[in-house]
């Protein structure tokens, strides 16, 4: 590894014409200067691609002629790729010019560390954070530390977390080569965490860095989509990962309790009215169960060929223990804002 290794940022874009100035600028201004960017568009009809061609002319462009979600927009990134490290970026971001510096220090001290993520503030409210790092929880849904607290340093210290957020997320080139990239399949949401899940499977960790701190546009892309869209992906994502994931055992412990509970969603949404969110919860069900085969054959390569320590190991550090007043206020306040 040499002292100043390549770093490719990929950023998928669309229709975010409007981010793109702030998040490209503060990006030029890196004290950190070994990186190429890698911008995928999919599908954008507001001139993103050329605000780009004309303002960024050294960016690598990947243009596509429809929206093929988060997930498989940034493998196509991947694939384009020279750099050691790979840093997952989103469009309604900007940085602070030590950001990368931070991230590149945290992988290059410990070869342990497979991916590693920024501290998170809100950009309409940076005195406040977007999230700090999420785990798991017996029930199979993850809890987010710090979601949307005020920032007063509570989170400000180095330490190892279950799943990083892709909006902006650093993962060693070569641990990707060993666990694959994003499951194509599941468009957008929970797509980071799967990743993040084989990453420890495969016996690496992944690490907050306190240090190294962006601004987010929080929901910037998931406002221009439907709620029952962003509803069917994430329960839909959220049960393919338990299944490829959790060995045996956990699979029969957690899965079906992970599956009354997002039928007691549907049921809130009922009462709540929005009937068409049942449907979209009932219609990702339903999709696990039409594609159990290629869920399988994933699993099959999770549990086969990557698995490197057990379950036991990864909940040892990323499996927090919550109350069902935990549960009850989430859900109702999950509801509530859909």
């Keep these: 590894m040499v002292n100043n290794p390549l770093v490719s940022i990929i950023i998928v874009n669309w229709n975010g014409l409007q981010y793109l100035e702030k998040c490209f600028d503060s990006l030029m201004n890196l004290n950190y200067k070994n990186y190429e960017i890698i911008f995928v568009d999919n599908g954008s009809i507001d001139n993103s691609v050329d605000y780009i061609k004309n303002n960024y002319p050294n960016t690598k462009i990947i243009i596509n002629t429809e929206n093929l979600g988060f997930a498989e927009a940034n493998n196509q990134g991947v694939k384009e790729c020279s750099g050691d490290y790979i840093l997952f970026l989103n469009n309604d971001t900007h940085v602070r010019d030590d950001f990368l510096t931070k991230l590149v220090n945290t992988m290059a001290n410990d070869s342990n560390v497979g991916a590693c993520q920024s501290k998170m503030l809100l950009m309409d409210k940076p005195s406040s954070l977007d999230a700090t790092g999420s785990f798991l929880t017996f029930t199979g849904f993850l809890t987010h530390e710090g979601i949307w607290e005020k920032d007063i340093g509570q989170y400000d210290e180095y330490r190892e977390i279950f799943s990083a957020k892709g909006a902006s997320m650093l993962v060693r080139r070569s641990v990707l080569d060993e666990v694959g990239i994003f499951d194509k399949d599941f468009f957008a949401y929970f ?18 860095v306190p240090d190294s701190v962006i601004f987010h546009k929080m ?8 709620n029952t869209f962003i509803e069917f992906h ?13 060995d045996i055992i956990n699979l029969i412990k957690i899965v079906p309790l ?26 990702a069900i339903g999709w696990n169960i039409l594609n159990i085969k290629s869920t399988l054959e994933k699993r099959n390569i999770v549990q086969n060929q990557i698995r490197k320590v057990t379950d036991n190991q990864v909940f040892s550090t990323n499996m927090k223990k919550v109350d069902i007043k935990h549960y009850i206020g989430f859900a109702l306040s999950y509801c509530a804002i859909k």
């Design 234 to 246: 994430s329960f839909k994502n959220r049960i393919c990962s338990l299944l490829k994931n959790l």
């Design 191 to 208: 797509e980071e965490t799967d990743l993040c899940w084989r990453i420890w499977l495969a016996g690496y960790s992944i690490v907050f």
């Design 258 to 283: 992970h599956i009354i509970l997002c039928l007691g969603v549907c049921v809130l949404y009922i009462f709540m009215l929005k009937p068409r969110n049942s449907v979209a919860i009932i219609r």
């Design 219 to 226: 929901g910037a892309t998931s406002i221009r989509m439907r």
